[in-house]
């Protein structure tokens, strides 16, 4: 009976409604300073995880000098903490990044405190969910400059990668640590070019970048299975010979891999739009590439995150007038896409977005001018990440149904080797299909009648992932 009513439930706040709730801004910095989110790529500025929200960006508000600060809420959103500062030094401080494992927050930034006007990358953590922070670490050190840092961490594994011109051009190079932090290993070149954005699962590391090897920028991608230590070769995920490809956002999920990009090739003059791709094999194999605006403008800073079968995408265009937030969204793992919805209105101009879904909340934040000088902004949709029943017991889940609704068949994927078994429900608890498997199996479901029905996936007596699916 309690299964039913969280069916209901999550049928009550299905794909049609959830992405029409998002709730009035808040405005969550208040000085005569400039406060800035400005970063590329990736979720940089926010992370969240179950009701806590962590935000960072760069501030002025100390004798006109730029400094990394914090803030978090432990309510959704609802309330906000004061104001935390991260870094605290007399030079620019800029380009924030974050991340979280469990009560772990990470934070990398770009700094220009050892002198000769050359940035390198810091990094400072705190081990208790962002109450308290340690001392800074200098990550880099060469004599270029080290910029625009993204980082992300799994447990105790932390990968930060970064654009780095020692070589005389941009190259991208990366840091990791494998005790959540305390160390680091040597510096080490990844190859390309700008704007590398980073995701873990498990021990699978992703990075998605731009790069100028064809006639014109593109989006490539790479990955590691042994968490860094060795990487495969690059996959071009953009034909960059007709049009130009660039500021690739990346969201990890099991072995679901999200990609969003903006791209020249359907709009005119010097316009871009948003395009999105996946791949549901761990980065193997990836989908054609789906275009999610069409205005015929110049887009700009699109983020990404995905959370369970939600997938979130915000950036910033001008096809209204000023310059807007606007966000599109999928409650099936990118299949099927929302109505854009814009997140900000008025005359005053908005940049930088970046969003992060947990739970069933979905978290913007950006910075505008609408208080006469840059501030950051927050938006929360507090019911717009598809949950209903669906359970993800692990963050590195290496479980993956598709498609969902399903007529016919059902394929799962299992990432591990192990053998595992699939069992399948109605609404009134019997079962309907059970079937052991090890890799990927597909199922013939012709026997089911059209309706919702709940799977469990399990190794031994220890169930990996369970949720809802529908046929159509």
Known sequence: MKLFYLLFATILFGSNSIFAQWQPDVRLTNDPGMSATTAYSNARCIASSGDTVHVVWSDNRVGGNYEIFYKRSVDGGLTWEPDTRVSNNVYFSAHPSISISGSVVQVVWDDDRDGSGNKEIYYNRSTDGGSSWGT??????????????????????IIVAWADNREGGAVIYYKRSTDGGINWGAETRLGGNWNPAVSISGMVVHVVWQDARGAHPGVYYKRSTDGGITWGADVPLTIN????????????????????????RNSTGTGYEIFYKHSTDGGITWSSDTQLSNFHVTVYNPSISVSGSGVHVVWTDNHEGPFKIYYDGSADGGVNWGTITALTNG????????????????????????????????????AGNPVGIDEVLSSENPIRISPNPFKNEITVTNTITESCEIRIYDITSRKTIQKKFAGTTTLNTTSLKKGIYIFEVRYNNTILRKGKIIKD
């Open 136 to 157: 800074d670490i200098r990550l880099t050190n060469d004599p270029a400059v080290s910029e625009n840092p993204c980082v992300s961490s799994a447990g105790s594994l």
């Open 241 to 264: 010979d007709v049009a130009y490809s660039d500021s690739p956002s990346l969201s990890v999920s099991g072995s679901d891999v999200n990609v969003v990009f903006r791209d020249s």
């Open 347 to 382: 005359t005053a101009v908005s940049f930088y977005p970046f969003v992060s879904a947990s739970g069933s909340g979905v978290h913007v934040i950006w910075e505008d001018n609408r208080d006469g000088n840059y501030e950051i902004y927050y938006k929360r949709n507090p």
